[in-house]
């Protein structure tokens, strides 16, 4: 069926450096996207989206990247702060019937380490 | 409010109980989400409001869970005679437009442990 999954469920990596999520989709139809973060006990906060007709776009400090050929999305966060310590999780829009929905992965957790 | 809007935060209850849980989206958005998020999981869809109507519910697990939105703003998720296997978050998220591709925006979830 149509899903959205992580291939690493927990990254750990020193502050300062940079940290990458990847995010594997199985809708090819699938035209936009977007990664979430969420800290405990709170709901996904927005970070950056894209559309299938870019390959990437940047935000502040954070990039997405989206190949399509091999239906693969990564979120690279340059200069890893203590704050950004939380779990992520790529989203996928599709298209049942005449409406929409979000498909979320099962999350990456970040940790920072100090 | 400036933004999703979600009671209680959290609520225990008894197996067997009903529970009801609103979500007051962010002022004139069209669309609204309800996703369940088991721990450790991602959020899972669970239906999908444009205005008052009820576009999709296919997510919703069972006959025990309702979804409405009778004036096309707040909206409220039943769940009669909860069982364990609901303890959860349940997460709600509004959209400006019902355009697919506009940001959706979360609540803060209402977190149920059910006993």
């Known amino acids: 069926g149509e899903s959205v999954g992580l291939h690493l469920p927990t990254l750990s990596v020193q502050e300062g450096d940079n940290s990458i999520i990847n995010c594997a989709y199985s809708?090819?139809?699938?035209?936009?996207f977007i990664w979430y973060k969420q800290e405990s006990g709170k709901g996904p906060q927005f970070i950056i989206d894209?559309?299938?007709?870019?390959d990437k776009r940047q935000g502040q400090r954070v990039t997405v990247l989206l190949n399509k050929t091999v239906k693969h999305l990564s979120l690279q966060i340059a200069a890893t702060q203590p704050g950004d310590s939380a779990v992520y999780f790529c989203?996928?829009?599709?298209?049942?019937?005449?409406?929409?929905?979000?498909?979320f992965g099962t999350g990456t957790r970040l940790k920072v380490l100090a | 409010g400036a933004g999703v809007s979600q009671s209680p935060r959290y609520k225990v209850a008894k197996r067997g109980q009903d529970v009801a849980l609103r979500c007051d989206p962010i002022?004139?958005?069209?669309?609204l989400f309800w996703y369940q998020q088991a721990l450790g999981q991602g959020p899972e869809f669970l239906t999908y409001?444009?205005?008052?109507?009820?576009?999709?519910k296919s997510g919703l697990p069972s006959d025990r869970f309702f979804a409405e939105r009778p004036e096309g703003s707040v909206s409220t998720l039943k769940i009669q005679r909860t069982q364990q296997e609901d303890s959860a978050v349940y997460l709600c998220?509004?959209?400006?437009?019902?355009?697919?591709?506009?940001?959706?925006?979360f609540g803060e979830g209402s977190w149920l442990t059910v006993v």
């Open positions: 998220a509004s959209s400006l437009a019902s355009v697919p591709g506009n940001t959706i925006y």
């Open positions: 809708n090819s139809a699938s035209d936009y």
């Open positions: 894209i559309r299938s007709n870019m």
């Open positions: 989203a996928e829009m599709v298209f049942p019937s005449g409406t929409y929905k979000y498909i």
């Open positions: 002022s004139g958005h069209v669309s």
């Open positions: 409001f444009q205005n008052e109507a009820q576009l999709d």
